[in-house]
């Protein structure tokens, strides 16, 4: 079982839509989590952490349940700039380490 | 607007080549890391180094890779000899002390024929 789970979508929406979608990982113990956006053929960079009590930045809102083992990124009023596939990321032992997720893939369309 | 850069960009080689990939940090990070991106496999953690350290290469094959950081401003992973099936997108990324923000170069595409 991979540590980090994601639907890889692709998830097609129209501007100013809403989406959302989850990813789930297998180690509990599981200390920090965030999102990495990746445009095509570009280098990941990160989006944002994802706190437990849940955290919002502008039109991206992250959620964590660690209860059932998954974080979410849900994106409102979608922009076409919005395209790209969000990785979902794990840092299992509070080291340096970064577990990836194989990423969903979210277009926008006009 | 300090960046990661790494060379080549792009390379084409043929089985059995070695493989020499270079990345600068952004100056003043301290942690170093070598991923590998592909369809199948998504982003997989190969070595990382911390002041220059390796601290972890356990994602990296043994027998044919190496990485090394000769000094603060300079990482290297080399393959030799190379392999078809290690084709891939090999990513660079720096960071400063917080394991999530690392900052990615711009990756160097390798295909081996």
């Known amino acids: 079982r991979k540590e980090v789970e994601q639907d890889p979508g692709p998830f097609n929406v129209p501007e100013g839509a809403t989406v959302a979608f989850n990813c789930t990982y297998s180690?509990?113990?599981?200390?920090?989590f965030f999102w990495y956006r990746q445009d095509c053929r570009k280098e990941p960079k990160l989006l944002m952490s994802?706190?437990?009590s849940g955290n919002e930045d502008g039109r991206f809102t992250a959620q964590l349940n660690r209860a059932s083992q998954y974080i979410s990124l849900l994106i409102r009023d979608s922009k076409l700039s919005d395209s790209a596939t969000y990785l979902c990321?794990?840092?299992?032992?509070?080291?340096?380490?970064?577990?990836f997720g194989a990423g969903t893939t979210v277009t926008v369309r006009a | 607007d300090a960046r990661v850069t790494q060379t080549p960009r792009h390379k084409v080689t043929e089985m059995g080549q070695e493989v020499t990939m270079r990345c600068q940090p952004i100056?003043?990070?301290?942690?170093v890391f070598w991923y590998r991106q592909t369809m199948m496999q998504g982003l997989e953690l190969l070595a990382y180094?911390?002041?220059?350290?390796?601290?972890?290469d356990s994602g990296m094959p043994k027998d044919r890779f190496s990485a090394e950081m000769p000094d603060a401003t300079l990482a290297t992973l080399k393959i030799q000899p190379s392999e078809p099936r290690d084709s891939a997108v090999y990513f660079c990324?720096?960071?400063?002390?917080?394991?999530?923000?690392?900052?990615f170069g711009p990756g160097t595409r390798l295909t081996v024929t």
């Open positions: 990321v794990v840092n299992m032992r509070n080291d340096y380490k970064l577990s």
């Open positions: 180690n509990s113990a599981s200390q920090s």
């Open positions: 990324a720096s960071g400063s002390g917080t394991p999530h923000e690392q900052y």
């Open positions: 180094f911390r002041n220059r350290a390796p601290l972890d």
């Open positions: 100056l003043g990070h301290n942690t």
């Open positions: 994802v706190y437990s």
